[in-house]
């Protein structure tokens, strides 16, 4: 790829380390963490010799068998968009795709911290080389309630309550009212409401509320469970449901404390329990400069010195990482709570290589696998956290925890948990003090994936359901059996609610309860607060201890649907049920006919078009590797490299099966790259794309991923993404 000779590089055995790489680790974090230079480079040399030869083979083995795939489909035409499932279900087995289930057995992950094993609530995903976002994250553990309800439509603009200019005390009374129904609903009092409170004190170790001449107790004594302040006077009651956390915060000075009967003036929920910090699907990270940036962001957050400074509302501000908080006891004992989400951090998978190192082993330089990249360095980087050095500390429990996402097979995770165990050793570390999450976002991966758990059954912390990679992946398994049903009606096929229910069964009966998250997608819909509202309560309900939110703000809506349900409940409740039917998840979601309109058409190739281009534009041009993309209708949609894998497997299909012409594609990509242009005239680092498409990077690979999409190995996107940002790069 471009740029990997030209630039400066540091000779370490096999390895040949650009400068910027090897600067930081010599320089910013080997001292740091205590580490010696020689023995981490020759222990780095001995485990990219190691695995390197392992890695290729894993991926050929994904080859071989879509390849067998591929021909099966031709062998075996679908008719009205129906194959021979017993005979295909038969082949898979025959191919090593589907593999045999062994005995059952129950996970063994020690050393887990609450906020995965116990604790159930909201999971921001968040790229990690933007600091500002990164220390956003982590610092959204805990969430005003009332400027979340205030800024976003969960409260109406009707009647007057408009959230227009200033202050508006019309929508602030309607916040008020949906706060105080939900601290009724969650942490009931014994007689009356929140709306009747006039005051807070706490009483030989309980919370009594005044209601004017009267007063009450919770309904639950045992919700009660801190304050801040003077027992007569608190200046804040500290609650637990379902555990969960929420602080009524009282202030008869504040603007609107000093206008509420019991001076409330907000009520702060415990919002995202955990943060997955991202070095894959949110961030473009294309070389050593990218890598480096990120690195350096996860080594500031494991230390608890990141800070970022930016200028926001004509101000500039310095952005760090929240301490702990502090509370009384109703004891009166003295007692902390963490001030931050706990950090996960998601590592590269096993396809993509990078340049950042390169790597000589006999057969001339090649760039290194960038998850084995990441698997030695950033465990490296949060040294200092796991053994307790830090003031502001992540894992209380001494793990770290890795997400490792697009594995396809047992033997890929048996790869990742051998790789763990050399990183361990690398490091001094006692086994399995790296954890691992497993992302269920391949089709392979679903099928086989109680065998998947067992291979790292001491160190697994996380499976999910990831929607949007699975349906990417669904397209480019089955490209050959035909026509696929429009995008949006992917989710209404029988293959879809099996995969999220199969996904639940399998983590039950492995043992999950209690060592590890079992976790749902993205709400892709940041300004559709109601909406989430509405529908998101579905996630807990269905056995998830977690689901990926967008926000802050996003996450402290969602964490109320975690008081509405006990999740520890209903996952006791589905222990005994069916397991999912694998015969519903093989289902190819095949088209039964084929008579869509010309308009029909059209409208879809626009969607997808305007998607992958409002995507790969920033991705490519800026290094924008997660935005809120406007879609066809201008409506703001948070868009990473899954759903870009979506939308451009679904054209290439349509165009493989005929239901669309290149030139119609074509046609579409350019009418929408105008619209896409517009979309952003008011980004001064915006480059446009149809004033010359022939020398735009970003519409040329856009029109790569749709035209070149059956050959991308999974229709992943990021070897053509990385290669046009390198081609970019080296450009300028």
Same mark, same amino acid.
């Given at each position: 790829?471009?740029?990997?000779?030209?630039?400066?590089?540091?000779?370490?055995?096999?390895?040949?380390?650009?400068?910027?790489?090897?600067?930081?680790?010599?320089?910013?974090?080997?001292?740091?963490?205590?580490?010696? %230079?020689? +023995?981490?480079?020759?222990?780095? @040399?001995?485990?990219?010799?190691?695995?390197?030869?392992?890695?290729?083979?894993?991926?050929?083995?994904?080859?071989?068998?879509?390849?067998?795939?591929?021909?099966?489909?031709?062998?075996?035409?679908?008719?009205?968009?129906?194959?021979?499932?017993?005979? !295909?279900?038969?082949?898979?087995?025959?191919?090593?795709?589907?593999?045999?289930?062994?005995?059952?057995?129950?996970?063994?992950?020690?050393?887990?911290?609450?906020?995965?094993?116990?604790?159930?609530?909201?999971?921001?995903?968040?790229?990690?080389?933007?600091?500002?976002?990164?220390?956003?994250?982590?610092? $959204?553990?805990?969430? %005003?309630?009332?400027?979340?309800?205030?800024?976003?439509?969960?409260?109406?603009?009707?009647?007057?309550?408009?959230?227009?200019?200033?202050?508006?005390?019309?929508?602030?009374?309607?916040?008020?009212?949906?706060?105080?129904?939900?601290?009724?609903?969650?942490?009931?009092?014994?007689?009356?409401?929140?709306?009747?409170?006039?005051?807070?004190?706490?009483?030989?170790?309980?919370?009594?509320?005044?209601?004017?001449?009267?007063?009450?107790?919770?309904?639950?004594?045992?919700?009660?469970?801190?304050?801040?302040?003077?027992?007569?006077?608190?200046?804040?009651?500290?609650?637990?449901?379902?555990?969960?956390?929420?602080?009524?915060?009282?202030?008869?000075?504040?603007?609107?404390?000093?206008?509420?009967?019991?001076?409330?003036?907000?009520?702060?929920?415990?919002?995202?329990?955990?943060?997955?910090?991202?070095?894959?699907?949110?961030?473009?990270?294309?070389?050593?400069? #990218?890598?480096?940036?990120? !690195?350096?962001?996860?080594?500031?957050?494991?230390?608890?010195?990141?800070?970022?400074?930016?200028?926001?509302?004509?101000?500039?501000?310095?952005?760090?990482?929240?301490?702990?908080?502090?509370?009384? $006891?109703?004891? +009166?004992?003295?007692?902390?709570?963490?001030?931050?989400?706990?950090?996960?951090?998601?590592?590269?998978?096993?396809?993509?290589?990078?340049?950042?190192?390169?790597?000589?082993?006999?057969?001339?330089?090649?760039?290194?696998?960038?998850?084995?990249?990441?698997?030695?360095?950033?465990?490296?980087? %949060?040294?200092?956290?796991?053994?307790?050095?830090?003031?502001?500390?992540?894992?209380?429990?001494?793990?770290?925890?890795?997400?490792?996402?697009?594995?396809?097979?047992?033997?890929?995770?048996?790869?990742?948990?051998?790789?763990?165990?050399?990183?361990?050793?690398?490091?001094?570390?006692?086994?399995?003090?790296?954890?691992?999450?497993?992302?269920? #976002? #391949?089709?392979?991966?679903?099928?086989?994936?109680?065998?998947?758990?067992?291979?790292?059954?001491?160190?697994?912390?996380?499976?999910?359901?990831?929607?949007?990679?699975?349906?990417?992946?669904?397209?480019?398994?089955?490209?050959?059996?035909?026509?696929?049903?429009?995008?949006?009606?992917?989710?209404?096929?029988?293959?879809?609610?099996?995969?999220?229910?199969?996904?639940?069964?399998?983590?039950?009966?492995?043992?999950?309860? +209690?060592?590890?998250?079992?976790?749902? +997608?993205?709400?892709?819909?940041?300004?559709?607060?109601? @909406?989430?509202?509405?529908?998101?309560?579905?996630?807990?309900?269905?056995?998830?201890?977690?689901?990926?939110?967008?926000?802050?703000?996003?996450?402290?809506?969602?964490?109320?649907?975690?008081?509405?349900?006990?999740?520890?409940?209903?996952?006791?409740?589905?222990?005994?049920?069916?397991?999912? %039917?694998?015969?519903?998840?093989?289902?190819?979601?095949?088209?039964?006919?084929?008579?869509?309109?010309?308009?029909?058409?059209?409208?879809?190739?626009?969607?997808?078009?305007?998607?992958?281009?409002?995507?790969?534009?920033?991705?490519?041009?800026?290094?924008?590797?997660?935005?809120?993309?406007?879609?066809?209708?201008?409506?703001?949609?948070?868009?990473?490299?899954?759903?870009?894998?979506?939308?451009?497997?679904?054209?290439?299909?349509?165009?493989?099966?005929?239901?669309?012409?290149?030139?119609?594609?074509?046609?579409?990509?350019?009418?929408?790259?105008?619209?896409?242009?517009?979309?952003?005239?008011?980004?001064?680092?915006?480059?446009?794309?149809?004033?010359?498409?022939?020398?735009?990077?970003?519409?040329?690979?856009?029109?790569?991923?749709?035209?070149?999409?059956?050959?991308?190995?999974?229709?992943?996107?990021?070897?053509?993404?990385?290669?046009?940002?390198?081609?970019?790069?080296?450009?300028?």
């Amino acid at each position: 790829m471009s740029q990997s000779s030209n630039v400066n590089r540091i000779q370490k055995g096999i390895l040949a380390i650009d400068q910027q790489l090897y600067d930081f680790i010599e320089n910013e974090v080997l001292p740091k963490v205590g580490v010696d %230079s020689d +023995g981490y480079w020759s222990g780095f @040399e001995k485990v990219i010799k190691e695995f390197t030869p392992r890695n290729k083979a894993l991926l050929e083995t994904r080859e071989k068998i879509q390849a067998q795939i591929d021909q099966w489909h031709l062998d075996n035409p679908a008719q009205n968009g129906e194959i021979d499932y017993p005979a !295909y279900k038969a082949f898979l087995q025959e191919i090593g795709y589907l593999l045999p289930e062994g005995d059952d057995f129950k996970v063994s992950t020690e050393n887990v911290d609450d906020e995965i094993a116990k604790i159930a609530g909201p999971q921001l995903v968040v790229p990690v080389r933007n600091a500002r976002y990164a220390l956003n994250a982590t610092n $959204a553990r805990w969430g %005003s309630l009332y400027d979340a309800l205030y800024g976003t439509d969960v409260i109406s603009d009707d009647n007057g309550q408009e959230a227009k200019g200033g202050y508006n005390p019309t929508r602030g009374a309607a916040v008020v009212a949906y706060a105080k129904k939900f601290l009724d609903e969650s942490f009931a009092l014994a007689s009356g409401s929140y709306t009747d409170a006039t005051g807070f004190k706490v009483v030989e170790g309980k919370l009594e509320v005044a209601q004017g001449d009267s007063s009450t107790q919770l309904k639950d004594a045992a919700q009660f469970s801190g304050y801040v302040g003077d027992a007569d006077s608190p200046t804040a009651i500290l609650l637990k449901n379902n555990n969960l956390h929420a602080e009524i915060q009282i202030d008869g000075s504040h603007p609107v404390g000093k206008d509420d009967p019991a001076h409330i003036k907000d009520v702060l929920l415990e919002s995202a329990i955990t943060a997955i910090q991202d070095c894959e699907d949110s961030i473009a990270a294309v070389d050593a400069e #990218e890598k480096v940036e990120a !690195y350096h962001n996860w080594l500031g957050l494991m230390n608890g010195d990141l800070q970022e400074t930016f200028e926001k509302g004509g101000k500039t501000r310095t952005r760090k990482q929240n301490p702990d908080r502090e509370y009384t $006891a109703p004891d +009166g004992s003295s007692f902390t709570l963490p001030g931050r989400s706990l950090l996960l951090l998601r590592n590269v998978g096993h396809l993509m290589q990078n340049p950042a190192i390169l790597v000589d082993l006999g057969n001339g330089q090649e760039q290194i696998f960038e998850g084995l990249m990441d698997a030695l360095i950033t465990p490296l980087l %949060s040294l200092n956290d796991l053994k307790g050095k830090t003031e502001l500390s992540n894992s209380r429990e001494g793990s770290m925890y890795i997400v490792k996402p697009k594995m396809h097979s047992p033997d890929e995770v048996k790869m990742a948990n051998d790789l763990f165990d050399a990183s361990e050793d690398l490091l001094g570390l006692e086994r399995n003090t790296i954890k691992i999450g497993v992302m269920d #976002e #391949e089709r392979r991966m679903t099928v086989n994936l109680k065998e998947a758990i067992r291979q790292a059954k001491e160190r697994i912390i996380f499976i999910n359901t990831g929607f949007l990679d699975r349906t990417g992946d669904e397209m480019h398994t089955s490209m050959n059996a035909g026509p696929f049903v429009r995008k949006g009606d992917m989710k209404s096929q029988a293959w879809q609610p099996a995969y999220e229910q199969w996904n639940v069964d399998v983590g039950l009966e492995t043992g999950l309860q +209690g060592h590890a998250q079992i976790g749902k +997608g993205m709400w892709a819909k940041p300004d559709e607060m109601k @909406e989430m509202m509405d529908t998101k309560a579905a996630h807990p309900k269905a056995g998830a201890s977690t689901a990926w939110v967008p926000s802050p703000t996003g996450a402290t809506l969602h964490s109320m649907h975690y008081h509405q349900v006990n999740v520890a409940d209903v996952q006791d409740s589905l222990k005994s049920r069916e397991r999912a %039917s694998l015969d519903d998840i093989l289902t190819i979601p095949l088209a039964k006919d084929t008579n869509w309109t010309e308009e029909e058409k059209q409208q879809e190739l626009e969607n997808n078009a305007q998607g992958i281009l409002g995507y790969v534009v920033r991705w490519v041009n800026q290094g924008v590797g997660c935005s809120k993309v406007p879609d066809i209708n201008d409506v703001g949609l948070m868009e990473d490299r899954a759903t870009l894998r979506i939308s451009s497997q679904h054209i290439a299909n349509w165009l493989h099966h005929g239901i669309v012409s290149e030139q119609q594609v074509m046609e579409a990509m350019k009418r929408m790259a105008k619209v896409v242009d517009e979309q952003n005239s008011g980004d001064a680092d915006y480059r446009p794309m149809a004033n010359d498409f022939d020398n735009s990077y970003a519409f040329k690979a856009a029109c790569d991923l749709v035209f070149k999409g059956r050959e991308q190995p999974s229709g992943y996107t990021e070897p053509l993404l990385h290669q046009a940002r390198l081609d970019l790069k080296a450009s300028i």
